[in-house]
């Protein structure tokens, strides 16, 4: 694991003045390179050939002669043939030379093995670099483990098919499309088998993967992502700060709830199950009375990463909940980095993060104001890893 003093050896050949914010071109980076240049910074984009177009046509930077953004928010793009190419020596020396801070997204661990990132991504990140592993489902001190260690609900695990004995999802990956999820529910081991069967038959899921996919107990109620800000540096004010909370559409689920139930009965076999693709993202707030049970979760997941993966929680996470008819949290999902749905805040911010703020804040200027503020109190040091 690359640790403190590998970044602060890169961080004293930087210049403050000339600090440049970039992240992999994918998931939520529009809200990333929006908010850095809100807050005065130029931006670089990772694309991928084939990918690029976004980035480095539709959403580039154009600048007066003043260096003031007139329009867009990419000023400037590495084209790799692959993610993981960023890896290359000459890829990390560019970005070292243009004194770059790198936002960790989604994409980022998706596209490059996690041990990678640990090893060997030698430029500044800016979160928490050793609490990205914990997102990889089952895999040790995932975040399950720290949701256990911090006494946060979560849904109950079932250890085995024939354990079911009311409504479970299943959670696997997609056989194909990889990145994405081959989740399903049942409500009893023979409508396990059957659905298990035929999404085996239709190529959605593998009868590999079958064995290793958590079952768990299937909570009954709206879903709220709530998109919380962690500062080491705040001196002032309450560390922890609610800047937005979002929820999902998935492919092809949202098709499905949207027909009639006589319709859906007559769907063809290819048809029937529904897929968890997440393909957007929408804006939510919670009643008010619900706001400090909210703000209790992310309290307790700050202390157990603070106990168990020292330093803790650096900058953005989400919490990925679902609410039941007692209006009890249960987080399902933990997103310890900038979240995928952030981008339905980015210019016009949240009201939850203006509010705090008194100005349009969304998570990717709130990171940039981050690191705004740990230049000027030369702290920048406390929130890279």
Not at 286 to 309: D, P
Request: charged share 30%.
């Amino acid at each position: 694991m690359l640790g403190p003093s590998d970044m602060s050896s890169i961080l004293e050949k930087y210049d403050p003045k000339r600090v440049k914010i970039a992240t992999v071109a994918s998931h939520s980076a529009l809200d990333v390179f929006d908010g850095a240049v809100e807050e005065g910074f130029r931006t670089l984009a990772v694309c991928q050939k084939g990918r690029e177009a976004t980035y480095a046509r539709y959403f580039r930077s154009q600048r007066d002669k003043k260096g003031k953004a007139l329009r867009g928010s990419v000023d400037e793009i590495m084209l790799l043939d692959r993610f993981a190419h960023i890896l290359e020596p000459k890829n990390l020396e560019r970005l070292r030379k243009d004194n770059v801070l790198f936002v960790p997204n989604r994409a980022l661990t998706s596209y490059l093995p996690v041990q990678d990132v640990e090893d060997r991504l030698r430029i500044p990140l800016l979160g928490s670099r050793n609490l990205l592993a914990s997102e990889e489902r089952g895999e040790g001190r995932d975040y399950y483990w720290i949701l256990e260690k911090a006494g946060l609900p979560f849904p109950q695990k079932i250890e085995e098919p024939k354990q079911i004995d009311s409504l479970v999802i299943v959670k696997l990956h997609h056989a194909v499309k990889k990145l994405e999820r081959g989740f399903f529910t049942a409500a009893s081991y023979e409508e396990y088998r059957k659905k298990s069967d035929q999404l085996i038959s239709q190529g959605v899921i593998t009868r590999e993967d079958l064995p290793n996919a958590r079952i768990e107990r299937y909570i009954i109620g709206p879903v709220f992502n709530l998109d919380f800000f962690y500062s080491p540096i705040e001196e002032k004010m309450e560390k922890i700060e609610l800047l937005g909370i979002d929820w999902r559409f998935e492919s092809s689920l949202d098709g499905h709830v949207r027909l009639p139930a006589a319709q859906q009965v007559t769907l063809m076999e290819k048809q029937f199950w529904p897929e968890y693709t997440v393909c957007g993202h929408n804006a939510a707030t919670l009643r008010e009375s619900l706001l400090e049970k909210a703000f209790a979760l992310a309290e307790k997941y700050v202390k157990a990463t603070q106990e168990h993966y020292a330093p803790g929680i650096i900058g953005p996470f989400c919490l990925q909940t679902c609410v039941d008819k007692d209006l009890n949290f249960w987080i399902y999902d933990v997103a310890p980095r900038t979240g995928g749905g952030t981008n339905i805040h980015m210019w016009v911010g949240h009201p939850y993060g203006n509010a705090t703020w008194r100005r349009p804040m969304s998570t990717g200027r709130r990171w940039a104001l981050e690191v705004k503020r740990a230049i000027k109190m030369r702290k920048l040091d406390m929130i890279v890893t």
